[in-house]
């Protein structure tokens, strides 16, 4: 048993939990806007002209509309693959918060009669070709299954973005394929969670009420007032 809160209270540290991920999604931009393109084959520029990373970010910034930039250090830039391991690493955590949420919704929903049965998920699909009337909560259930990908995937990369040696790292196409499906899976379970399952939930009142008024830890408010002792005996 634990303190009650309310449902808006418990949606607001959902929301938080991706108002976070985007912050930190959008800090990663100006690492992965810096181009190593200039640095030629170790990052001396040798054979380039001087001017050409500067004005392949210039050409690359106007047909994207992103403020591309070359790369302080082409050396960091061709050696590493550090950003992409920063990016990945900031997916993952929102994968966990992913994975939270809907970990959380699957628990709320879980019922009628053994579960908690505290929210009711919109029924989408038949949940059982044996056990009729079985529905499950798939939109939640999904996105634990895009979680555990994403996570699955930042550690390829990370492997990836560790095996670089001296100023050359030939693993980057398994870390473009594993960074490109991550942002694509979450960016479309992030929807189908948000619309077709938290949106539409709806809330079973009653049931919530029938566990609040026999919830004896609510006793616990009271310490201030008549001390630990006495409320622990109330609660028993």
Not at 48 to 66: C, K, S
Request: glycine share 8%; charged share 15%.
């Amino acid at each position: 048993m634990l303190m009650p809160v309310t449902l808006g209270q418990e949606l607001s540290g959902w929301r938080t939990q991706i108002e976070h991920g985007i912050a930190r999604l959008q800090s990663v931009e100006p690492r992965l806007l810096a181009l190593a393109q200039g640095g030629t084959a170790v990052g001396t520029g040798i054979n380039a002209h001087p001017d050409f990373g500067a004005r392949f970010a210039q050409e690359l910034a106007g047909l994207t509309a992103l403020p591309f930039k070359p790369s302080h250090n082409y050396f960091e830039s061709m050696s590493t693959q550090d950003a992409a391991v920063e990016l990945s690493g900031q997916l993952k955590t929102l994968a966990v918060s992913l994975m939270k949420i809907a970990n959380d919704l699957r628990w709320m929903n879980s019922g009628p009669l053994a579960g908690l049965g505290e929210i009711a998920l919109p029924a989408l699909q038949p949940g059982s070709s044996i056990m009729p009337g079985k529905v499950n909560p798939v939109i939640p259930e999904a996105a634990t299954m895009v979680a555990a990908q994403v996570i699955g995937n930042d550690m390829t990369i990370t492997i990836a973005g560790q095996s670089g040696n001296f100023q050359l790292n030939v693993m980057l196409p398994v870390i473009a394929h594993n960074l490109l499906e991550s942002i694509r899976l979450l960016a479309s379970i992030h929807r189908a969670l948000a619309d077709s399952a938290i949106a539409g939930f709806k809330v079973n009142t009653a049931r919530l009420a029938e566990a609040l008024d026999r919830n004896p830890i609510l006793v616990t408010a009271l310490n201030p007032v008549i001390g630990y002792e006495q409320g622990a005996a109330i609660a028993k």
